[in-house]
């Protein structure tokens, strides 16, 4: 299994500019996530899905949106880039509640906004 | 809403000694408590985690200890090593509609010199 995969590794966005983050896992799991983390600071929960067709809101969902038409496949959309949306990206996912709480991280998506 | 609280934010030691971070969480209904370890440039990754019927629980060099009246839980490690060096999260979750609602602390930045 590749877990957790997420491109592009870094990319760099001009004030404005929207652009896509890919994130796909092959471990079958129902829940996905996406998080921020800004420089020394915790991750701060975008967006989550708990199964394909449905999303929600998280802690700091301002600027973004995602959806989830497949188990696989969960992409975080940017529209009309802010220098403060400049961070690490980190998408992760999760079995169903009842098989195990551990969340799979991806490797990540660094992104600066100029 | 939950909120989570981490101390120290760094931390340095000598190899061979112990080290302690603490976690306070606000919300009484949480349950379930998790610390990932990030090393520099790479994705957090679960190292143990704990859940509100339990007290305490370790792994090998790793414990977690929980007080629930007083609402926080700490994170020991023994006999530290170099590649303990890393940045460690605690986080919170009292699963919201069935999904692993994670709120994070800000981290503590474990350096273990030889």
């Known amino acids: 299994n590749a877990g957790v995969t997420q491109t592009p590794k870094f990319r760099i966005l001009k004030i404005g500019q929207s652009m896509t983050l890919q994130c796909t896992q092959d471990?079958?799991?129902?829940?996905m996530y996406w998080y921020r983390q800004d420089p020394g600071m915790g991750l701060k929960l975008i967006y989550y899905?708990?199964?394909?067709?449905?999303?929600d809101k998280g802690e700091v969902p301002n600027g973004y949106n995602v959806s989830r038409s497949t188990t696989e496949d969960f992409p975080l959309r940017l529209e009309l880039a802010a220098p403060s949306q400049t961070s690490v990206y980190f998408c992760?996912?999760?079995?169903?509640?009842?098989?195990?709480?551990?969340?799979?991280f991806g490797p990540g998506t660094r992104l600066t906004v100029l | 809403g939950e909120n989570v609280e981490q101390h120290p934010s760094t931390l340095s030691v000598q190899e061979g000694d112990s080290a302690v971070i603490k976690c306070t969480y606000s919300?009484?209904?949480?349950?379930?408590f998790p610390w990932y370890k990030q090393e520099l440039g790479k994705r957090p990754q679960l190292i143990i985690d704990?859940?509100?019927?339990?007290g305490e629980k370790k792994d090998q060099r790793i414990a977690v200890t929980l007080n629930k009246t007083a609402k926080h839980f700490s994170l020991h490690i023994t006999e530290t090593q170099p590649e303990d060096s890393a940045v460690y999260f605690c986080?919170?979750?009292?699963?919201?509609?069935?999904?692993?609602?994670?709120?994070f602390g800000a981290g503590t930045r474990l350096a273990v010199h030889p």
């Open positions: 704990i859940r509100s019927n339990v």
């Open positions: 992760a996912s999760s079995y169903l509640a009842g098989k195990g709480d551990e969340q799979f």
């Open positions: 986080a919170a979750s009292n699963r919201p509609g069935g999904y692993n609602k994670l709120i």
């Open positions: 899905s708990v199964g394909a067709g449905i999303t």
């Open positions: 919300d009484s209904a949480s349950n379930y």
């Open positions: 471990m079958n799991h129902n829940y």
